[in-house]
């Protein structure tokens, strides 16, 4: 079993919809969890982090773990096609982290 | 700083034939990371280093795969000889020492195509 399990799609979705994006993992000791946005032929930048169960949001985006569940989401309101990219998780503790494989989204103008 | 540098940004190359990947950190990061991504796997850690000394290597794939740190800014990801499979964009990631509320710095990666 993968570390990180994270659906690929690919997800299309029109401008100003609400997007979702999941995660679930099998390692409780997991303390942070991230997601980062990576454009086409770039490496991975980092979004959002998070190291406790609840939401937090920033701008557009809101992300969302439960620990009991071990399931984390990245929610992206008013989508823009700005938002095309594919969108990784990754969770870890101290300086490991594993990454999910990513989900491909586009944002149709 | 100019972030995380790889090079050479694109390799082809034969089967057989030795490949060295490169990376610069960015500077005053304690920790280096590589990475292979694939459609297939997505990103998988290979190998990482604090204070250029190797703390995990599990996840290089076999012998023909080799890394070094020789000093705080320079790394490189050695394949000898390359197989097809190998085929892959390589990244390097660094890290500041503080681990909580910090990001992982990813260079733009190094496209290798084994033909």
């Known amino acids: 079993q993968k570390e990180v399990e994270q659906d690929p799609g690919p997800l299309s979705v029109p401008e100003g919809a609400i997007v979702s994006l999941n995660c679930t993992y099998s390692n409780s000791a997991f303390q942070y969890f991230m997601w980062y946005r990576q454009y086409s032929r770039k490496g991975p930048e980092l979004l959002m982090y998070t190291y406790s169960s609840g939401n937090k949001e920033d701008g557009r985006f809101t992300a969302q773990v439960d620990k009991s569940s071990k399931y984390i989401s990245l929610f992206i309101r008013d989508s823009q096609p700005s938002d095309s990219a594919t969108y990784l998780c990754a969770m870890g503790w101290r300086e490991k982290f594993y990454f999910g494989t990513g989900t491909s989204l586009t944002v149709i103008p | 700083d100019a972030g995380v540098i790889q090079s050479p940004r694109h390799e082809v190359t034969e089967m057989g034939q030795e490949v060295t990947l490169r990376c610069k950190p960015i500077s005053g990061h304690d920790y280096l990371f590589w990475y292979r991504q694939t459609m297939m796997r997505g990103l998988e850690l290979l190998i990482y280093?604090?204070?250029?000394?190797?703390?995990?290597d599990s996840g290089m794939p076999e012998d023909r795969f080799s890394a070094k740190m020789p000093n705080a800014s320079f790394s490189t990801l050695k394949i000898q000889p390359s197989e097809p499979r190998d085929s892959a964009v390589y990244f390097c990631a660094s890290l500041p020492a503080r681990v909580f509320n910090t990001e992982a710095f990813f260079g733009q990666g190094t496209r290798l195509t084994v033909v």
């Open positions: 280093f604090n204070n250029n000394v190797p703390i995990d």
